[in-house]
Each structure stands twice: as structure tokens, then as C-alpha cells.
């Protein structure tokens, strides 16, 4: 296995990737109830089994996105415990069940491989020990992600191994990278991919990264409406071999509305070629999703952070050369139509074509039941898969990802409840940042202290708090700064008007932002819990915590309490979901929160407060005072703290001497999750 080989090899794989700016370019950094053992010891077994078995059709695909690092699954949600190895074994039985069936099977990942879990981020550069464990998935094709570009070294760490493990499956359409040798901007990966799949259909791939701007001086992102100008471009929708089906992947949004730029390049392609089918493949934006394009092209997003596993499947593409089946034996076959919206007729060649497509929740319940024969004779678990696990527990337990700070003595969301709620992860925050962000010197000084809400990355979840979970909920390093001794009536307007504003984004404007990645997509808007019923298509997104409740499922199912997670809603309507969920809420959240501390204890106001925020903001506060009437410069702000203790400290800092947090230490209980109102079940 690769990961078995390279794990002797770890600090020489990091020095290695640390060591590419200095040879290779410039280093200025943009910042149904079947319990199944679960391969990761301290994981949590799913109970909620899959709806019905998969359509297989004439070819296949499974599809990750948007994995952030999560390798090991998440070891508090039951939904979604299954680890990598897992998904290896998984890909093995899919895999041999294409062949059994005489039908083709393509594995595609539409790229950001770290930066939300310890796995990929504890070491640096993000992704130095992860993407070896990544690639023992043999993909068909793959594309990158933003994640792999803000940083210098973690985009030559993409060109110079994983872009070099992968080959020409490989594709970055719009995406370059500087070499220093040559002194000119070369494709990391291909610029497209024609192949002939093994029962012969003939494809043009291509894999297109969304007009990202956030990217360091070492990588180059050429927009899509220039990409599709270029002479390349040209030649591969022309290409001078028959071509049965264009894939089109990116870490892009499916939808225009949602800033995607695959749409643009889809209209290219139609408009040269209007009767060939086009598969699209999408990400980044962290939501299930399935579009329809036209008649003959449909697109898949597959959530984020291994939760969910894609699964698209097509019958009746016209091809010479095929030599598999359209109709597999002892399976249901694809049977939806690409109605699309428009009033055109639909081509000849597209009349025959009949989609399928599934969300599967990733944990080993739902592998199992998919995996021909795991659930009698045949065992799950395969040998590569094991040898995956085992790696992921012997590296986790190197990395110390399992130190115990405390016990999280609930499950608290981003945004399941209301801001302000006791559920509601800003209300401990403001807690943990009270009580550990202080300056000793000026620790009897009142204080203000605001972060923007986009510096949390996930739910805290009742159980340990390690160090993994850390990076979990804040894997930044956004230092604390302040402004001395600021008015009490202006420093008190601050957070307001940066809620009024727009959300802050990371950008290219200094070292410092570009180092701490933006995880924040913009929240949808409409109500404050929104009901996906009484909104328009586009305020339906399939984050899981937001859809329409779907009633569709065995009775046996439905005779029992389902568990809270994704219920969605797309263009082929409510069924996509593998495993029947109750919706879990969805609230909207400001920009930014607050905590203070060491205010009078009569229950007055101060008259000055040191205003502390992070570096990323700073700029944000900066404005936001001197619309307040007072005006401060860069000059003025100062560090707070110590760089070293930054976004991703204070929690742990706060576990460790929280009464409620260390009350059961080291025996933590572990809750039921996010989206249940209680430790006793009821959601």
C-alpha cells in the first residue's frame, strides 16, 4: 500500500514539501438495525440503513468532494463514522460488482483535501501526512480545489506529489503553477483526459476550478470564460477521436446563481457539440445537490467532509465501441429522464438516456448493505481497507490527535439552533474566550472581544475534546489583537455594524489573511429558520441542515424513530437520500459575536474597554470605529497575546479548566449528535 510505504517516510516526505518553494517558485502566501464494527475503535456504529439498493446503469460513478481532511470519519456522529478504509473497501466491492454486472465504474473526487480536521492539518504543510492515505483510492479522475492553493507550499506540495501520484487522471483546465526553472506558469495536472473507459466508451474529461481569486502568487487561476477561449479548449471538444460523453468536473457550485463557472464552460460545449451527453461533477459549496442542464447533461454535488459518497448512474449513451450491457441483470436500472426546463426538443440522441442518482451516508452500515454479498458470505472488509484503518489509528496516535483537553458536556451546532440559544456553539464560545483570552497585564481592564462566526468550522459534539477537535471546530491561526482603552459607547457599536455588513472574506491582501483559508460560504438567506417548502429553489440548498422533509421509505423504516440528518431536495425531487432522516433546523447567523470580560461588577459600564478582535478582522474593526465617530489607524493596534496562542487555542485552553468539562474526565460520555434536542433521544 502507499500509506504503508510512506509512513516510515513521514518527516521526509514534510521536509520534502517544505523544501519546494526554495527550488521551485515564489513563496509569498495568499492567505435496520444491524449494527456493523466499525473500523476506527473510538467511531460511533450507525443504525439507520440505506432505503433501497442502487440502479446500476450502463456506466457508473461514485464521487467525493469537499473531504477537508476527514479521513478517519467523524468519530461522534453515527452517520457518518466510516473511515477511509472503509470507503477503500467499499470502492473494491463497487468495483467488482461493475465487473460482474458488465457495466463501467469511474471514482471521482472534485477536490479540497484538508484544512477542517487534525489529520491533514497538524502537521504542516496541510496535507504532508494525509494525501498519502488520500491517494490509495484509485481514482478515474480528479480535480483540485481552492484549499490546495492559498499557501505556497501546500500548492507545490499538490504539483510535485499528489498531482504526480494521480498522473494525467489529473485534471486542472484553468489552474497553473509558477516553476522557477523555467520561469513560466505550467499546469499542475492536464488540461483534459480522453479515454476509453474498460467496456470501451469513449470520454473527454476536463476539470475546471471556480474563478477563485484567494490563490498565493505561486499558482495562477485563468477564468473559465478565458479558459474555453483558448486553442486547447478547441482541440478537445473537437477532439479528432469519436467522443460517447464529456465529463466535466470542478470544485465549482452546479448552479450560476451559486457563482459556478462549469455552466459557462457546459454552454461551450454544447453549443460546439449539442448532441453528445455531459456529466457533470461539482463541489465546494458543501451541499447535496443534483441539476439538470438540458436533456442529455445532469450534474452531482456530493456534500463535504466525509459525509457523503455520490453515486450517479446513466444508461443509454449511443457508442460504437461499447461493450458492456445497458440493462445489468439482477439489479434496477436508471429510469429518470433529464427534463429539463426548457421547450426545445429533445435531440435524437438523447431520448434514450435515463439517470440515476443517490446520496449515500458515509459510515460502514451503508457500505455494507451496497457491497454485494458483505451482508452473508462475502466479508466487508478487505485487506487494503484494514491496512487503510490501521494506518489512520497508528498516525492519528502519532500525532496525538486522541490528548484529552476535556469532556464537551453537550453537543453544540453552528447553526441547528437559534444564535443566543444554549445550543447554539457561539454561546459557549463567548464563554471559552472570556475566561481564557486575557492579557495578565491588563487582565482587570474590561473587555470586548469579537471574532467573525466564520472562524468556526463545525459543530461541537458531546464527548472528548482532543486535540483532532481542535481543528475540527477552529483549525485557524488568526491571532488576537487589540485597541487600548477605546471608548465604551464606540467599542460597543463595532460588532453591530460588522453584522450589518457584509461577510468578511479572506483575500490576497497580505501574508497574514491568507495564512487562516476562508471556510466561510455565504449563508442562504430567507427566514431565520428557514422552511424549504415556502422558499424558492435556490433557498433549498442541501446543506443537512436545511431541505424539505422527505416521507418516502420502507414501512419498516417508517414503524421506528429516524434519526436527524441531510433530507434533500433536488431537481429529480425528494428520493436521493439513501438513508430516510429528519431535517435538522436551520438557522441564519450574524457575522460576528462577542464576549466580554472583566466588566464592572455593580452592573455598570465602563468607561473604556480594550477592543479585542483578530488580525483577520482587524481592518473590518478599523472602519467599523470610525464610522462610530473615532478614528484609529494600523499604527494603534496592537498584539493582545502571544501569536502562538490564536483561534485554535483558546477551546482547548477553556476544556482544560471548565468544572463542566472536566467532570468526567477521562471517562467522556458521548452524546447522540447534532440535530437531537437532548442526550435522551429526542429530536
Known sequence: MHFTSSLGLLAAAAASALACDSCYGPSEDAVHVRHVKRMQPDAQ????????????????????????????????????????????????????????????????????LHDGAGLSDAESPDGVLSNPIFENINYDLLTIGNHELYLSDIAYLTATQFAQHYGKKYLTSNVQIF???????????????????????????????????????????????DAIKQPWFSAAVNYTEPIDLFILMGHNPLRSSSGSTLTTVFQAIRAARPTIPVQIFGGHTHI???????????????GRYCETLGFVSMSGINSSTYTGTM????????????????????????????????????????????????????????????????????????????????????????????????GNIYTVLE??????????????????????????????????????????????????????????????????????????????????????????????????????????????????????????????????????GYVTTDDFGTDGDDTLHSAIPYYTQPNDFQANASFPTDGSLPATVDLIFLDFIASDVLGALSSTGVNYTEDDVQQYLPPAFDTNAYLPAYAKIAPDWQANVPNCPVGLGVGYNSTSGTF
Open 45 to 112: 456504529a450507525a443504525t439507520d440503513p440505506p432505503t433501497s439498493d442502487l440502479s446500476w446503469g450502463q456506466i457508473n460513478f461514485l464521487h467525493t468532494t469537499d473531504t477537508h481532511g476527514w479521513l478517519e470519519g467523524h468519530l461522534k456522529e453515527e452517520n457518518y463514522g466510516a473511515d477511509w478504509g472503509d470507503f477503500k473497501s467499499f470502492a473494491q466491492h463497487m468495483r467488482a460488482k461493475a465487473t460482474s454486472l458488465d457495466v463501467d465504474l469511474l471514482i471521482v473526487d472534485t477536490g479540497d
Open 179 to 225: 516553476n522557477n526553472d523555467t520561469q513560466q506558469y505550467e499546469y499542475i495536472g492536464q488540461q483534459y483526459r480522453y479515454f476509453t473507459t474498460p467496456k470501451g466508451l469513449r470520454i473527454m474529461a476536463m476539470g475546471f476550478l471556480y474563478d477563485f481569486t484567494g490563490n498565493s502568487n505561486a499558482s495562477k487561476v485563468i477564468k473559465a470564460a
Open 327 to 422: 440493462t445489468p441483470k439482477g439489479v434496477s436500472h436508471p429510469s429518470h429522464p433529464a427534463n429539463s426546463s426548457s421547450t426545445a426538443a429533445v435531440p435524437t440522441a438523447f431520448q434514450s438516456l435515463k439517470y440515476f442518482r443517490r446520496y449515500l451516508d458515509w459510515n460502514r452500515l451503508t457500505f455494507a448493505y451496497h457491497a454485494p454479498g458483505s451482508q452473508s458470505t462475502t466479508p466487508f472488509n478487505t485487506s487494503a481497507g484494514v491496512t487503510i484503518s490501521n494506518d489512520i489509528t497508528t498516525l492519528r496516535n502519532q500525532l496525538n490527535l486522541t490528548a484529552l483537553y476535556g469532556c464537551a458536556p453537550q453537543t453544540w451546532c453552528i447553526s441547528c439552533k437559534p444564535f443566543g440559544d444554549p
Open 288 to 302: 447535496r445537490d443534483f441539476a439538470v442542464y438540458d436533456s442529455g447533461s445532469t450534474g452531482i454535488e456530493s
Open 431 to 564: 464563554k471559552a474566550l472570556a475566561a481564557t483570552v486575557i492579557n495578565e497585564t491588563r487582565a482587570d481592564t474590561p473587555r470586548l472581544i469579537i471574532l467573525n462566526t466564520g472562524s468556526v468550522r463545525f459543530d461541537l459534539v458531546e464527548g472528548p475534546f482532543t486535540f483532532d477537535d481542535s481543528f475540527i471546530v477552529s483549525p485557524f491561526s488568526d491571532t488576537f489583537q487589540f485597541l487600548p482603552d477605546v471608548p465604551y459607547t464606540n467599542a460597543a457599536q463595532v460588532v453591530g455594524i460588522l453584522d450589518g455588513g457584509p461577510h468578511e472574506k479572506r483575500s490576497a491582501s497580505s501574508h497574514d489573511q491568507l495564512r487562516t483559508r476562508d471556510f466561510g460560504f455565504s449563508q442562504m438567506t430567507g427566514e431565520t429558520c428557514v422552511d424549504a417548502s415556502t422558499t424558492g429553489h435556490e433557498d433549498t440548498l442541501r446543506r443537512r441542515s436545511n431541505s424539505l422533509p422527505m416521507t418516502r421509505g420502507k414501512n419498516s423504516l417508517q414503524k421506528r424513530a429516524i434519526t436527524p
